[in-house]
T-cell receptor, first 111, second 113 residues
Framework: SQQGEEDPQALSIQEGENATMNCSYK?????LQWYRQNSGRGLVHLIL?????REKHSGRLRVTLDTSKKSSSLLITASRAADTASYFC???????????FGSGTRLQVQP | NAGVTQTPKFQVLKTGQSMTLQCAQD?????MSWYRQDPGMGLRLIHY???????DQGEVPNGYNVSRSTTEDFPLRLLSAAPSQTSVYFC????????????FGPGTRLLVL
């Protein structure tokens, strides 16, 4: 079974609105990462948050991590049509060997 | 740098055939991984390698073999293709140490009839 589960599975918003996606995971982690996948393309790294961090920002992205609840959220502010994509959380185990991905959130931003 | 490259981009196989999916990276990354992505799903780890000569199984290794004879290359072999292996396959690499961002190839779309 997959380590992470994203919620919601799909999200449709208007341009300019904020988009929030949540990720839950099962085991102890070294870090959690968020990736973006445009349709038919490979994945692109967005942001990494380590297990000893609670919040991180990068441009219009804000990520939070709650290790006690084994959950993370990704907030995209002032969304644009170009943000339309699937977003995946991925966890790196404490052995730091390989990433385990969640099932993803499909974001549709309407212009 | 070309980054992570994968060949072929698309392949059709018949049940029982074998083939090798190629993956190469020119970033001198220690870690390489193979994932499969089924429609509407996330990525599932097949095999990974933490360096030349060292490989290990991921979540869904059955039906696949890997080897890592060089730092640059990490081929994935399908021993006897089955329709359940129809998927998109992604190769990824990263440095060791504290830099843990993974770089992904463009993917190979495989159809097994």
């Amino acid at each position: 079974s997959q380590q992470g589960e994203e919620d919601p599975q799909a999200l449709s918003i208007q341009e300019g609105e904020n988009a929030t996606m949540n990720c839950s995971y099962k085991t102890s982690i070294n870090n959690l990462q968020w990736y973006r996948q445009n349709s038919g393309r490979g994945l692109v790294h967005l942001i990494l948050i380590r297990s000893n961090e609670r919040e991180k920002h990068s441009g219009r992205l804000r990520v939070t991590l709650d290790t006690s609840k084994k959950s993370s959220s990704l907030l995209i502010t002032a969304s644009r049509a170009a943000d339309t994509a699937s977003y995946f959380c991925a966890t790196m185990d404490t052995g730091r060997r390989a990433l385990t991905f969640g099932s993803g959130t499909r974001l549709q931003v309407q212009p | 740098n070309a980054g992570v490259t994968q060949t072929p981009k698309f392949q059709v196989l018949k049940t029982g055939q074998s083939m090798t999916l190629q993956c190469a990276q020119d970033m001198n990354h220690e870690y390489m991984s193979w994932y499969r992505q089924d429609p509407g799903m996330g990525l599932r780890l097949i095999h990974y390698s933490v360096g030349a000569g060292i490989t290990d199984q991921g979540e869904v290794p059955n039906g696949y073999n890997v080897s890592r004879s060089t730092t640059e290359d990490f081929p994935l072999r399908l021993l006897s293709a089955a329709p359940s292996q129809t998927s998109v396959y992604f190769c990824a690499s990263r440095t060791g140490g504290t830099q843990e961002t993974q770089y992904f190839g463009p993917g190979t779309r495989l159809l097994v009839l």
